[in-house]
Antibody
Framework: EVQLLESGGGLVKPGGSLRLSCAAS????????MSWVRQAPGKGLEWVST????????YYADSVKGRFTISRDNSKNTLSLQMNSLRAEDTAVYYC??????????????WGQGTLVTVSS | DVVMTQSPLSLPVTLGQPASISCRSS???????????LNWFQQRPGQSPRRLIY???NRDSGVPDRFSGSGSGTDFTLKISRVEAEDVGVYYCMQGTQWPITFGQGTRLEIK
């Protein structure tokens, strides 16, 4: 059974940093691209970042480029998102999502339960 | 960026009646490999999104056959043949053809 368990969310001041993690199980982690998708309170879904199965390719939304870094540790089946220079508009539930293949970025067939990030002074 | 426009944004439906959600993209979603990467997700209240349909019309395992997807190019539709109480939630279309990945605004389905 596929499981994705996010952690690391919390309250942080504007300009601060936070590191999110997603522990994956139930599938061969290195064979799938992984993504982060966020949802601001009461709003829709927004793609944030994607990383290939090997970790060699990364992609970012313009809204987070230069501030967020996606990474993965295939030996530990873990996906991470390092978030720096956080802004109020980064407040959201952050979901990790499993892609459709190592370099297949077009789809998310399974989502975690999400972790809430609140950026406020 | 490809803009995804859903309609309606709110959809009150009587139990047992059909429902239909439209999703239009600002550009064709046909990729160079011939596939169309248009997906539909359901988000029930308090839950994370769940994929229902991938590549326009392929239903996920475990998704009831009352859900169906259709369309081509820039015009797509999610249909529910007979709405049940468990279908309440927000439905999103998503395109995976072009970077950046983009979602529709969401359609909130409620029981009338």
């Amino acid at each position: 059974e596929v499981q994705l368990l996010e952690s690391g969310g919390g309250l942080v001041k504007p300009g601060g940093s936070l590191r999110l993690s997603c522990a994956a199980s139930g599938f061969t982690f290195s064979n799938y691209a992984m993504s982060w998708v966020r949802q601001a309170p009461g709003k829709g879904l927004e793609w944030v970042s994607t990383i290939s199965g090997s970790g060699g390719s990364t992609y970012y939304a313009d809204s987070v480029k230069g501030r967020f870094t996606i990474s993965r540790d295939n030996s530990k089946n873990t996906l991470s998102l390092q978030m720096n220079s956080l802004r109020a508009e980064d407040t959201a539930v952050y979901y990790c999502a499993k892609g459709c293949g190592s370099t297949c970025y077009s789809d998310y067939d399974f989502w975690g339960q999400g972790t809430l990030v609140t950026v406020s002074s | 960026d490809v803009v995804m426009t859903q309609s309606p944004l709110s959809l009150p439906v009587t139990l047992g009646q059909p429902a239909s959600i439209s999703c239009r993209s600002s550009q064709s979603l046909v990729y160079s490999d011939g596939n169309t990467y248009l997906n539909w997700f359901q988000q029930r209240p308090g839950q994370s999104p769940r994929r229902l349909i991938y590549k326009v019309s392929n239903r996920d395992s475990g998704v009831p056959d009352r859900f169906s997807g259709s369309g081509s190019g820039t015009d797509f539709t999610l249909k529910i043949s007979r709405v049940e109480a468990e279908d309440v939630g927000v439905y999103y279309c998503m395109q995976g053809t072009q970077w950046p990945i983009t979602f529709g605004q969401g359609t909130r389905l409620e029981i009338k």
